[in-house]
Protein backbone atom coordinates (compact mmCIF):
# COMPACT_ATOMS: atom_id res chain seq x y z
CA UNK A 1 0.00 0.00 0.00
CA UNK A 2 1.05 3.52 -0.44
CA UNK A 3 2.45 5.41 2.19
CA UNK A 4 0.93 8.78 3.07
CA UNK A 5 1.09 11.07 5.92
CA UNK A 6 -0.59 14.05 6.92
CA UNK A 7 1.40 16.64 9.17
CA UNK A 8 -0.26 19.90 10.23
CA UNK A 9 1.72 20.81 13.71
CA UNK A 10 2.51 24.59 13.07
CA UNK A 11 6.15 23.98 14.92
CA UNK A 12 6.86 20.91 12.78
CA UNK A 13 5.74 22.51 9.40
CA UNK A 14 7.48 26.20 10.34
CA UNK A 15 10.82 25.02 12.40
CA UNK A 16 11.30 21.48 12.53
CA UNK A 17 10.96 20.75 8.80
CA UNK A 18 13.61 23.84 7.37
CA UNK A 19 15.82 22.51 10.04
CA UNK A 20 15.63 19.02 8.53
CA UNK A 21 15.92 20.02 5.28
CA UNK A 22 19.20 21.83 6.18
CA UNK A 23 20.92 18.48 7.73
CA UNK A 24 19.47 15.61 5.00
CA UNK A 25 21.95 17.72 2.82
CA UNK A 26 25.03 16.50 4.60
CA UNK A 27 24.01 12.60 4.64
CA UNK A 28 25.95 10.62 1.69
CA UNK A 29 23.55 9.27 -0.93
CA UNK A 30 25.22 5.75 -0.31
CA UNK A 31 23.82 5.42 3.29
CA UNK A 32 20.51 3.66 3.60
CA UNK A 33 17.62 5.02 5.20
CA UNK A 34 17.03 2.04 7.32
CA UNK A 35 20.92 2.46 9.04
CA UNK A 36 19.01 6.30 9.71
CA UNK A 37 16.63 4.86 11.58
CA UNK A 38 18.32 2.10 13.56
CA UNK A 39 21.19 4.49 14.27
CA UNK A 40 18.73 6.74 16.10
CA UNK A 41 16.81 3.91 18.09
CA UNK A 42 19.99 3.02 19.23
CA UNK A 43 20.96 6.21 20.37
CA UNK A 44 18.02 6.08 22.83
CA UNK A 45 18.61 2.76 24.02
CA UNK A 46 22.23 3.50 24.94
CA UNK A 47 20.87 6.86 26.48
CA UNK A 48 18.40 5.23 28.46
CA UNK A 49 20.70 1.96 29.75
CA UNK A 50 23.47 4.74 30.65
CA UNK A 51 20.62 6.45 33.07
CA UNK A 52 19.78 3.31 34.15
CA UNK A 53 23.30 2.96 35.21
CA UNK A 54 23.66 5.94 37.58
CA UNK A 55 19.61 5.84 38.68
CA UNK A 56 18.14 2.11 38.67
CA UNK A 57 15.11 2.85 40.50
CA UNK A 58 14.69 6.32 39.94
CA UNK A 59 15.71 7.98 43.04
CA UNK A 60 18.78 10.05 41.73
CA UNK A 61 17.47 13.12 41.25
CA UNK A 62 15.40 13.24 44.18
CA UNK A 63 18.93 14.02 46.11
CA UNK A 64 20.47 17.58 46.56
CA UNK A 65 22.33 17.40 44.59
CA UNK A 66 21.58 15.23 42.33
CA UNK A 67 23.34 11.75 41.96
CA UNK A 68 23.49 12.13 38.06
CA UNK A 69 26.54 13.60 36.80
CA UNK A 70 25.98 16.67 34.50
CA UNK A 71 27.56 15.29 31.53
CA UNK A 72 25.03 12.41 31.59
CA UNK A 73 22.14 15.49 31.19
CA UNK A 74 24.28 16.70 28.49
CA UNK A 75 24.19 13.58 26.74
CA UNK A 76 20.66 12.54 27.05
CA UNK A 77 19.78 15.86 25.29
CA UNK A 78 22.10 15.35 22.35
CA UNK A 79 20.97 11.52 21.47
CA UNK A 80 17.21 12.76 22.07
CA UNK A 81 18.49 15.56 19.68
CA UNK A 82 20.03 12.96 16.94
CA UNK A 83 17.47 10.46 17.65
CA UNK A 84 14.59 12.77 16.65
CA UNK A 85 16.53 14.17 13.68
CA UNK A 86 17.18 10.49 12.66
CA UNK A 87 14.15 9.84 12.60
CA UNK A 88 12.41 12.94 10.52
CA UNK A 89 14.58 12.54 7.90
CA UNK A 90 14.89 8.98 7.41
CA UNK A 91 11.54 8.90 5.32
CA UNK A 92 12.98 11.95 3.59
CA UNK A 93 16.21 10.04 2.38
CA UNK A 94 14.60 7.25 1.59
CA UNK A 95 12.77 9.34 -1.18
CA UNK A 96 15.88 11.24 -2.25
CA UNK A 97 17.80 8.20 -2.92
CA UNK A 98 14.37 6.13 -4.33
CA UNK A 99 14.68 3.43 -1.78
CA UNK A 100 10.84 3.90 -0.11
CA UNK A 101 9.81 0.49 0.98
CA UNK A 102 7.37 -1.23 2.72
CA UNK A 103 9.85 -2.30 5.21
CA UNK A 104 11.44 1.19 5.73
CA UNK A 105 8.35 1.80 6.94
CA UNK A 106 7.75 -0.92 9.20
CA UNK A 107 11.24 -0.68 10.16
CA UNK A 108 10.02 3.27 10.82
CA UNK A 109 7.17 2.34 13.26
CA UNK A 110 8.06 -0.66 14.53
CA UNK A 111 11.05 1.31 15.77
CA UNK A 112 8.58 3.97 16.88
CA UNK A 113 7.03 2.15 18.98
CA UNK A 114 9.37 0.50 20.95
CA UNK A 115 11.07 4.12 21.33
CA UNK A 116 8.29 6.13 22.42
CA UNK A 117 8.36 4.18 26.06
CA UNK A 118 12.30 3.91 25.98
CA UNK A 119 11.43 8.27 25.86
CA UNK A 120 9.77 8.41 29.06
CA UNK A 121 10.78 6.02 31.21
CA UNK A 122 14.58 7.82 30.59
CA UNK A 123 12.36 11.20 30.95
CA UNK A 124 11.12 10.04 34.38
CA UNK A 125 15.04 10.21 36.13
CA UNK A 126 15.17 13.83 35.79
CA UNK A 127 11.86 14.18 37.91
CA UNK A 128 12.34 11.17 40.39
CA UNK A 129 10.17 9.31 42.32
CA UNK A 130 8.40 10.49 44.94
CA UNK A 131 10.08 10.73 48.21
CA UNK A 132 7.88 12.31 50.65
CA UNK A 133 9.13 15.69 49.93
CA UNK A 134 9.11 16.05 45.72
CA UNK A 135 9.01 13.73 42.98
CA UNK A 136 6.67 12.05 41.22
CA UNK A 137 4.84 8.54 42.12
CA UNK A 138 5.50 5.31 40.64
CA UNK A 139 1.33 4.92 40.24
CA UNK A 140 1.09 8.52 38.42
CA UNK A 141 4.62 7.33 35.86
CA UNK A 142 2.73 4.16 34.79
CA UNK A 143 -0.47 6.22 33.94
CA UNK A 144 1.80 8.72 32.60
CA UNK A 145 3.40 6.26 30.35
CA UNK A 146 0.14 4.40 29.46
CA UNK A 147 -1.68 7.77 28.44
CA UNK A 148 1.46 8.30 25.89
CA UNK A 149 1.14 5.01 24.26
CA UNK A 150 -2.45 5.16 24.05
CA UNK A 151 -1.93 8.26 22.19
CA UNK A 152 0.52 6.49 19.57
CA UNK A 153 -2.35 3.50 19.68
CA UNK A 154 -4.31 5.72 18.52
CA UNK A 155 -2.46 7.23 15.24
CA UNK A 156 -2.35 3.33 14.14
CA UNK A 157 -5.48 2.46 14.84
CA UNK A 158 -6.38 5.51 12.57
CA UNK A 159 -4.51 5.02 9.71
CA UNK A 160 -5.69 1.10 10.04
CA UNK A 161 -9.42 2.72 9.35
CA UNK A 162 -8.30 5.71 7.46
CA UNK A 163 -4.89 4.59 5.72
CA UNK A 164 -3.62 7.69 6.06
CA UNK A 165 -1.12 8.37 8.89
CA UNK A 166 -2.15 11.61 10.67
CA UNK A 167 0.87 12.43 12.57
CA UNK A 168 0.42 13.41 16.37
CA UNK A 169 0.78 17.07 17.35
CA UNK A 170 2.46 15.71 20.57
CA UNK A 171 5.04 14.19 18.99
CA UNK A 172 7.22 16.83 17.67
CA UNK A 173 6.15 19.29 20.71
CA UNK A 174 7.35 15.98 23.14
CA UNK A 175 10.72 15.98 21.80
CA UNK A 176 11.15 19.46 22.14
CA UNK A 177 10.41 19.48 25.67
CA UNK A 178 12.13 16.49 26.38
CA UNK A 179 15.31 18.13 24.96
CA UNK A 180 14.55 21.61 26.72
CA UNK A 181 14.53 19.08 29.72
CA UNK A 182 17.44 17.75 29.51
CA UNK A 183 18.86 20.97 29.05
CA UNK A 184 17.63 23.11 31.59
CA UNK A 185 18.75 19.94 34.22
CA UNK A 186 22.41 19.98 32.97
CA UNK A 187 22.50 24.06 33.18
CA UNK A 188 20.81 24.08 36.81
CA UNK A 189 20.59 20.94 38.52
CA UNK A 190 17.57 18.70 39.53
CA UNK A 191 16.99 21.23 41.82
CA UNK A 192 14.82 22.65 39.17
CA UNK A 193 12.05 20.28 39.48
CA UNK A 194 11.59 20.16 43.41
CA UNK A 195 10.36 23.29 43.73
CA UNK A 196 7.37 24.48 43.06
CA UNK A 197 7.66 27.08 39.91
CA UNK A 198 4.03 28.72 39.27
CA UNK A 199 1.30 28.90 42.05
CA UNK A 200 2.96 25.97 44.91
CA UNK A 201 2.85 23.40 41.10
CA UNK A 202 5.46 21.89 40.01
CA UNK A 203 7.18 21.81 36.73
CA UNK A 204 6.21 18.11 36.59
CA UNK A 205 2.56 19.23 37.52
CA UNK A 206 2.18 21.21 34.64
CA UNK A 207 4.05 18.35 32.47
CA UNK A 208 1.22 15.81 33.65
CA UNK A 209 -1.97 18.26 33.12
CA UNK A 210 -0.09 19.19 29.64
CA UNK A 211 -0.11 15.78 28.66
CA UNK A 212 -3.23 14.44 29.58
CA UNK A 213 -4.96 17.62 28.24
CA UNK A 214 -3.19 17.11 24.93
CA UNK A 215 -4.23 13.39 24.76
CA UNK A 216 -8.02 13.47 26.09
CA UNK A 217 -8.68 16.92 24.24
CA UNK A 218 -6.76 17.15 21.39
CA UNK A 219 -5.13 13.62 20.13
CA UNK A 220 -8.35 11.81 20.45
CA UNK A 221 -10.75 13.88 19.37
CA UNK A 222 -9.19 14.42 16.09
CA UNK A 223 -8.52 10.98 15.88
CA UNK A 224 -12.21 10.09 16.35
CA UNK A 225 -13.10 12.99 14.16
CA UNK A 226 -10.70 11.95 10.94
CA UNK A 227 -12.34 8.38 11.08
CA UNK A 228 -15.95 9.95 11.14
CA UNK A 229 -14.92 12.12 8.20
CA UNK A 230 -13.35 9.06 6.06
CA UNK A 231 -16.71 7.46 7.44
CA UNK A 232 -18.78 10.37 5.80
CA UNK A 233 -16.74 10.23 2.72
CA UNK A 234 -16.61 6.52 2.19
CA UNK A 235 -13.01 5.85 2.55
CA UNK A 236 -13.66 3.68 5.37
CA UNK A 237 -11.22 0.60 5.11
CA UNK A 238 -13.59 -1.64 6.93
CA UNK A 239 -17.60 -1.33 6.57
CA UNK A 240 -18.16 -3.27 9.80
CA UNK A 241 -17.83 -1.59 13.68
CA UNK A 242 -16.01 -4.62 14.47
CA UNK A 243 -14.13 -4.52 11.77
CA UNK A 244 -12.92 -0.66 12.90
CA UNK A 245 -12.79 -1.66 16.58
CA UNK A 246 -10.55 -4.74 16.21
CA UNK A 247 -7.37 -3.65 16.47
CA UNK A 248 -7.91 -1.98 19.94
CA UNK A 249 -8.66 -5.38 21.88
CA UNK A 250 -5.48 -6.53 22.44
CA UNK A 251 -3.74 -3.27 23.07
CA UNK A 252 -6.86 -2.64 25.73
CA UNK A 253 -6.99 -6.23 27.32
CA UNK A 254 -3.01 -5.50 27.35
CA UNK A 255 -3.58 -2.61 29.71
CA UNK A 256 -6.08 -4.30 31.99
CA UNK A 257 -4.15 -6.85 32.50
CA UNK A 258 -0.88 -5.26 33.43
CA UNK A 259 -3.16 -2.61 36.00
CA UNK A 260 -4.49 -5.61 37.81
CA UNK A 261 -0.93 -6.60 38.43
CA UNK A 262 -0.04 -3.02 39.47
CA UNK A 263 -3.46 -2.66 41.63
CA UNK A 264 -3.48 -5.95 43.03
CA UNK A 265 0.04 -7.34 43.83
CA UNK A 266 0.65 -8.36 46.97
CA UNK A 267 4.50 -7.43 47.11
CA UNK A 268 3.36 -3.88 44.99
CA UNK A 269 5.74 -4.85 42.05
CA UNK A 270 5.57 -1.54 40.84
CA UNK A 271 7.03 0.27 43.98
CA UNK A 272 9.98 -2.38 44.30
CA UNK A 273 10.94 -2.53 40.39
CA UNK A 274 9.55 0.34 38.60
CA UNK A 275 11.94 0.32 36.00
CA UNK A 276 11.78 -3.41 34.94
CA UNK A 277 8.03 -3.33 35.04
CA UNK A 278 7.57 0.33 32.66
CA UNK A 279 9.99 -1.17 30.49
CA UNK A 280 8.09 -4.46 30.34
CA UNK A 281 4.83 -2.68 29.71
CA UNK A 282 6.62 -0.60 26.77
CA UNK A 283 7.94 -3.66 25.25
CA UNK A 284 4.62 -5.71 25.01
CA UNK A 285 2.95 -2.52 24.41
CA UNK A 286 5.35 -2.18 21.25
CA UNK A 287 4.53 -5.90 19.92
CA UNK A 288 1.24 -5.94 19.98
CA UNK A 289 1.29 -2.72 18.18
CA UNK A 290 3.63 -3.72 15.55
CA UNK A 291 0.92 -6.52 14.70
CA UNK A 292 -1.26 -4.01 14.13
CA UNK A 293 0.76 -1.76 11.91
CA UNK A 294 1.63 -5.17 9.90
CA UNK A 295 -2.44 -5.56 9.66
CA UNK A 296 -2.84 -2.16 8.57
CA UNK A 297 -0.27 -2.16 5.54
CA UNK A 298 -0.92 -5.81 4.43
CA UNK A 299 -4.36 -4.75 4.79
CA UNK A 300 -5.08 -8.01 6.36
CA UNK A 301 -7.38 -8.49 10.09
CA UNK A 302 -5.19 -8.54 13.59
CA UNK A 303 -6.19 -11.50 15.47
CA UNK A 304 -8.80 -11.14 18.19
CA UNK A 305 -6.10 -11.95 21.01
CA UNK A 306 -2.35 -11.26 20.68
CA UNK A 307 -0.25 -14.71 21.94
CA UNK A 308 1.27 -12.72 24.24
CA UNK A 309 -2.02 -12.33 26.58
CA UNK A 310 -2.29 -15.94 27.39
CA UNK A 311 1.37 -16.09 28.89
CA UNK A 312 0.52 -12.40 31.25
CA UNK A 313 -2.46 -13.32 32.42
CA UNK A 314 -1.06 -16.28 33.47
CA UNK A 315 1.88 -14.27 35.11
CA UNK A 316 -0.77 -12.16 36.65
CA UNK A 317 -3.01 -14.61 38.12
CA UNK A 318 -0.05 -16.33 39.84
CA UNK A 319 0.95 -13.13 41.23
CA UNK A 320 -2.22 -11.30 42.88
CA UNK A 321 -3.71 -14.66 44.03
CA UNK A 322 -0.24 -14.74 46.07
CA UNK A 323 1.12 -17.97 44.60
CA UNK A 324 4.44 -16.69 43.74
CA UNK A 325 4.99 -15.03 47.37
CA UNK A 326 8.35 -13.97 47.45
CA UNK A 327 9.63 -14.73 43.71
CA UNK A 328 7.36 -12.21 42.39
CA UNK A 329 10.50 -9.95 41.76
CA UNK A 330 12.24 -12.29 40.37
CA UNK A 331 9.18 -13.79 38.24
CA UNK A 332 9.14 -10.24 37.06
CA UNK A 333 12.55 -9.88 35.56
CA UNK A 334 12.41 -13.45 33.85
CA UNK A 335 9.35 -12.98 32.12
CA UNK A 336 10.54 -9.60 31.16
CA UNK A 337 14.08 -11.23 29.97
CA UNK A 338 11.72 -13.39 28.13
CA UNK A 339 9.41 -10.30 26.17
CA UNK A 340 12.82 -8.64 25.30
CA UNK A 341 14.14 -11.49 23.69
CA UNK A 342 10.95 -12.20 22.12
CA UNK A 343 9.96 -8.86 20.83
CA UNK A 344 13.85 -8.89 19.40
CA UNK A 345 13.23 -12.20 17.54
CA UNK A 346 10.01 -11.15 16.19
CA UNK A 347 11.54 -7.84 14.81
CA UNK A 348 14.93 -9.66 13.54
CA UNK A 349 12.24 -12.34 11.71
CA UNK A 350 9.50 -9.89 10.54
CA UNK A 351 12.47 -8.02 8.64
CA UNK A 352 14.68 -10.52 6.93
CA UNK A 353 11.02 -12.54 5.67
CA UNK A 354 10.09 -8.73 4.11
CA UNK A 355 13.84 -8.23 2.93
CA UNK A 356 13.94 -11.35 1.50
CA UNK A 357 10.33 -11.13 -0.52
CA UNK A 358 11.39 -7.36 -1.45
CA UNK A 359 14.75 -8.47 -2.65
CA UNK A 360 16.28 -5.58 -0.76
CA UNK A 361 18.90 -5.27 1.98
CA UNK A 362 17.91 -3.78 5.29
CA UNK A 363 20.90 -1.69 5.78
CA UNK A 364 22.41 -1.55 2.34
CA UNK A 365 21.13 0.27 -1.06
CA UNK A 366 22.84 -2.11 -3.17
CA UNK A 367 19.90 -4.74 -4.76
CA UNK A 368 20.15 -9.10 -3.85
CA UNK A 369 21.34 -10.81 -6.28
CA UNK A 370 18.53 -12.92 -7.40
CA UNK A 371 19.18 -16.40 -7.06
Known amino acids: SQYSAVDTNPLSVYVMQPIWNKI????????????????GFVMILVNYFLISFYDWDYTASGTSPGLVPTWVWLFSAFTTFCAYALDSIDGKHARRTQSSTPLGELFDHGLDSWATSIFVLSFFSVC???NGKTGVSVYTMYIYLSIVLFNFMCSHWEKYNTGVLFLPWGYDISQVVLIAAYLLTSAVGVEVWQKPFLFGYYITDALVILLIGFSLFLSFPQTLYNI?????????????LYEGLLPLVSPLLLFVLLTVWVVLSPGNILAKQPRLFLWMVGVAFSNVICKVIICQMSSTRPELFHWFLFPLALVVYAAISGVLGWMEEAVLAVFTALVTAAHVHYGVCVGRQLSEHLNIYIFSLKKRVQE
Open 228 to 240: HRAHLKKTLKNDS
Open 24 to 39: IKIVPLWVAPNLLTFS
Open 128 to 130: SRD
